[in-house]
């Protein structure tokens, strides 16, 4: 609801004078607290290391200089080796590309089923699969080293972009059924009267109507498996880590002078690719949020 | 068997394809789900009840890894830290979203902007959001720096370093990332109260705070319920954001259950403790998922 | 040649018997109405017809094919949807075309094909319109045109008019029944209007939880009503159920009816068929439909089946052609069509003449029709 039965009226008088100012003041307020840290960030990362002894967190940057962002990117010591995060992110982009697409494929065919063509037994499949979303990770990460480690894909890419589809697969599915519902199943009927199969039905009828559903499955996945921690820690291993995890291996790593400006220029450059589809996109990602929001 | 024309044959084919294609399509996922959700599930439990170490080892042994797991000094200041990091981070980001959401209501110019600027921390991984607020509330050249700039020489600020304080700080970060969202959720709740409603309180003479208290508030009832199910989620599998802003410490200080998990399973070589811990995690996930299913399933039956 | 035969089908989902053993029979181009409240099953029974859901046992047949156990697709069917079902991602060209495409029919055929039922709907214009730009009447044509361009054996339709407002809802109907005329092509419709049943069907078969009530003629449906909910449902305003006792006057059966202020008559009863004995003292239900009790007038003196009897007057509704005149009889709500001008006012009384030639008695027990 919008408040506009507070009517102007009301508008005129003194309190309520006060009262919008007071509001504007909070919300105000408010974002700048949200903001500091990325300002922070940004001044961080174009200041000097001198700049950074003498002046503090919000002083304005004396000399701009872009030596963190070509430390962060290209020579700085991650562990024993010093070529920077970008090998890293390239790994974030090689496991980020395939899961999405895959799992967003996947997904979009299992919606398809669960919505349009329910058999015996499909609503209670669905519903095993959605519990599955709400598992702690934690209590599969020791079968599935295990079993990475049988498969010989332990510490691998293609390990953590198999793992990243499987347990992306019921949210993928949960976006594409509960989009596909709202579609009437009478378009169905209709076309499997007109003589179009299972597969037909879904290229020629569902798909084309599908795209605002793969743009929240795209955003929310690539922004869960680019952010993921958890699983690249356990499951990958020196050249094979994602950025996030040399991101935190770079922070933390305790030899050496602390060089605050390269972390902050590492992590804006891990924390781009989201925000940028953050920022492009942002309808879209608070559809997939509150969408995915059984996962927390 | 009688024979059948090509015509016929076709006709059985299409009138199968639609019925098999379906089953087909899904059985991938539901063997993957099988195998690496339940089955994985049911492993991860038996090791707890083995004694595990460095490899696993299947003879069961009882409950010695529990008895182990409810003993242990570590696992009970991270059972109290996800605790207090758990409410209060709650509690705040309720606080906050919800007053957030209600300002942001009032015919805002910059309504816009303003909700992507709170929003955006959420697009973070929180090991970057960790790295962030681990510069900031650095004790020497961070925050404390910058009181010390501005004249407040007497300025303190350690908790990062501090074992009772360090907690807090995730707090802090974890706020500033999650608040957003709430606040969101919020604004999608407010703008669908029906209008009328508020007319007619309005024609009984309601004041504006009194609309809010009496009859807008209590109507969020279910956004409430699902941002304190979202928020519960999110501080128990919290993990990141802990690892890189104060990585448990100082000493095992500002540890939590999933940090205690993977250092026991992962580090430290003790499979049995770390699966039993994992155990314990799902038993709480579990506690808190039932009882949210049950009224969802329960207002469904409803419609 | 098209014929459709049900044969004892029953649907179940889990243990909940939708369609319990239902049987029709229709031959080539009748245009048969299937009615009944919601949840009657009547729309299970099209999906059925249609191969849109499986059948639990029993045989349907079109024309002599048995298609109990084959595609939709394969059957030789077109529907038209409530919804109107039209592919959002189609125009109206596309729409039409794609049911003639997916069979591989030749392009030239399919463009042919589609400017025929183009110009038969008159929807010449809107052919390279998307289902998102036309109006509820607009798409509702298009919808019918899918079907026609198909040329199928038997034509489906689900609550076609359900979504279109009053006066578009009765335009429609009489271009449906014209379509029906010119193509003369068999038609199962399903609707919960019994005026639409009424007004387009050959055949009505009146469903009630999952069986069929009755299986008829409209003119059939309305003069002889199997059951008290047959009576009921067809016929607006519905028919008027009076609750009597059979007594004995004279050595004939008969039945007493009392108005308000103790004005009495006593009406014969014929035609039943049990022993006299039997029936006397059964409480027995008497339906008169409203129009069958109008003013009396006293050239109707001599005309043996029109009774007389004093009514005080409750309630009026004027509806113009006729004015509806609420009355209690036998403490009962009974209505009455009267002409306008001899209407009286509520609180007063008037004189009505009813028309028992068309009454009919139901055993309040069983709710069947007795006689």
């Known amino acids: ?160 972009v198999l793992v990243h589809i499987v347990y992306g697969l019921a949210f993928t599915t949960l976006f594409f059924r509960n989009f596909y519902v709202t579609i009437p199943q009478e378009l169905v009927k209709a076309a499997r009267i007109d003589g179009a199969g ?25 922004t869960q498996i680019w952010n993921d921690f958890l699983f690249g820690v356990v499951f990958s291993s020196g050249d094979t880590q994602p950025i996030t995890v040399a991101l935190n291996n770079l922070v933390n790593t305790s030899t050496g002078v602390k060089k605050y400006n390269v972390d902050m220029a590492a992590a804006i450059i891990a924390a781009l690719p989201t925000m940028a589809v953050y920022i492009v996109a942002g309808k879209y990602f608070l559809r997939g949020l509150t969408a995915g929001s059984v996962k927390g | 068997m009688t024979f059948q024309t090509s015509e016929n044959l076709k006709t059985k084919i299409s009138y199968m394809s639609d019925r098999l294609l379906p089953k087909l399509v899904v059985a991938p996922t539901f063997v993957s789900t099988i195998v690496f959700v339940y089955s994985f599930i049911l492993w991860t439990a038996w090791i707890s009840f083995t004694k595990s170490r460095l490899l696993p080892r299947y003879k069961l042994e009882g409950l010695i890894q529990y008895i182990k797991l409810f003993t242990n000094d570590r696992w009970w200041v991270a059972s109290k830290n996800l605790f207090v990091f758990g409410s209060l981070f709650i509690i705040i980001c309720i606080i906050t979203g919800l007053l957030l959401a209600i300002f942001l209501d009032q015919k805002i110019r910059i309504e816009g902007a303003l909700r992507t600027i709170f929003l955006y921390p959420m697009a973070l991984s929180f090991i970057v959001t960790g790295t962030v607020w681990k510069w900031i509330l650095n004790p020497s050249i961070g925050i404390a720096k910058l009181m010390h ?25 974890g706020v500033w990332q999650s608040s957003g969202f709430v606040m969101a959720l919020f604004l999608a709740g407010l703008r669908g109260i029906d209008d009328s409603i508020i007319k007619a309180a309005q024609i009984d003479g309601a004041s504006l705070p009194r609309i809010y208290l009496k009859i807008i508030i209590p109507s969020l009832r279910p956004v409430f319920f699902s941002a304190l199910m979202i928020l519960c989620h999110i501080a128990i599998k919290s993990f990141d954001l802990i690892v890189a802003l104060t990585g448990g410490g100082p000493g095992y200080s500002s540890d939590v259950p999933a940090t205690f998990m993977y250092s026991f399973a992962f580090t430290r070589g003790r499979l049995g403790l770390g699966a039993a811990s994992s155990m314990v995690m799902f038993g709480a996930v579990l506690a808190i998922l039932i009882p949210y299913l049950y009224s969802e399933l329960r207002s469904r039956d409803n419609e | 040649m098209a014929s459709l035969d049900i044969e004892n089908v029953k649907k179940q989902f889990g243990n909940v018997e939708v369609l319990r053993s239902i049987s029709i029979n229709i031959a080539h181009g009748e245009f048969l109405v299937l009615v009944g409240p919601s949840g009657c099953g009547k729309s299970t029974l099209l999906n059925l017809i249609a191969g849109l859901e499986t059948i639990s046992s029993g045989i349907i047949k079109i024309g002599e094919q048995n298609v109990t156990h084959i595609a939709p697709k394969d059957r030789d069917i077109a529907m038209v949807f409530q919804s109107y ?71 489906l339709f ?17 271009e449906i029944k014209l379509l029906h005329q010119k193509v003369g092509t068999t038609i199962v419709y399903v609707t919960h209007d019994q005026i639409e049943a009424m007004t387009l069907a050959d055949r009505i078969a009146i469903m009630k939880d999952g069986v069929i009530e009755q299986f008829g003629t409209p003119k059939n449906i309305y003069e002889s009503p199997a059951s008290i909910f047959v009576a009921g449902f067809i016929g607006s305003p519905s028919m008027n159920f009076i609750p009597c006792e059979i007594t004995e006057h004279d050595g004939n059966l008969k039945i007493l009816l009392v108005a308000q202020g103790d004005e009495k008559c006593l009406v014969p009863v014929k035609g039943l068929s049990s022993s006299p004995e039997k029936l006397k003292g059964q409480k027995v239900i008497l339906g008169i439909r409203p129009e069958q009790i109008s003013a009396f007038n006293l050239s109707e003196k001599k005309n043996n089946n029109v009774f007389k009897l004093k009514c005080q007057v409750r309630l009026t509704e004027p509806t113009g052609p006729d004015t509806l005149v609420f009355t209690q009889i036998n403490n009962q709500k009974t209505t009455c069509r009267i002409h306008p001008d001899k209407a009286a006012l509520p609180g007063e009384s008037m004189e009505m003449g009813f028309d028992i030639s068309k009454a009919v008695l139901f055993d309040p027990k069983t709710q069947k029709r007795i006689y």
């Open chain 3, 85 to 155: 079902a039209l592919y959002p991602s189609m125009n109206v060209r596309k729409n039409i075309s794609f049911g003639l495409e997916t069979r591989k029919i030749p392009k030239p055929e399919i463009e042919k094909q589609v400017a025929k039922v183009a110009s038969m709907l008159q929807i010449e214009d809107l052919l390279d319109r998307r289902p998102a730009q036309l109006s509820g009447g607009q798409r509702q044509r298009v919808a019918m045109g899918r079907a026609l361009a198909r040329d199928p054996a038997i034509f």
């Open chain 3, 158 to 174: 689900d609550e076609p008019l359900s979504n279109l407002d009053a006066k578009l809802r009765v335009e429609m109907r009489t």
């Open chain 1, 1 to 160: 609801m919008n408040s506009e039965y507070f009517s102007n009226d009301y508008q005129k008088t003194p309190f309520m004078l006060f009262f919008r100012v007071a509001v504007y003041a909070v919300l105000i307020i408010a974002a700048i607290y949200f903001l500091i840290p990325l300002v922070i960030m940004i001044f961080t990362s174009v200041k000097t290391m001198n700049d950074i002894r003498t002046g503090n967190l919000i002083s304005f940057p004396r000399q701009f200089s872009l030596e963190a962002w070509k430390s962060a990117w290209d020579t700085a010591c991650i562990g024993v080796t010093c070529n920077g995060i970008k090998g890293y992110f390239w790994n974030s982009v090689k496991i980020t590309v395939p899961a999405v697409s895959i799992s967003t494929i996947i997904g979009a065919a299992n919606g398809y089923v669960f919505s349009k063509w329910k058999f015996y037994g499909s609503e209670v499949f669905f519903s095993i699969l959605l519990l599955g979303c709400f598992i702690p990770f934690q209590i599969i990460l020791l079968p599935m080293a295990k079993m990475l480690g049988m498969a010989g894909l332990a510490q691998t890419l293609p390990g953590l």
């Open chain 2, 149 to 173: 700039d501005m004249g407040f020489l007497s300025f303190h600020f350690d908790w990062l370093v501090n074992s009772d304080m360090a907690i807090y700080t995730v707090v802090i970060a």
């Open chain 1, 198 to 222: 299972f597969f037909r039905i879904f290229f020629k009828i569902m798909l084309p109507v599908s795209i605002p559903i793969f743009v929240v499955s795209i955003i929310w996945q690539t």
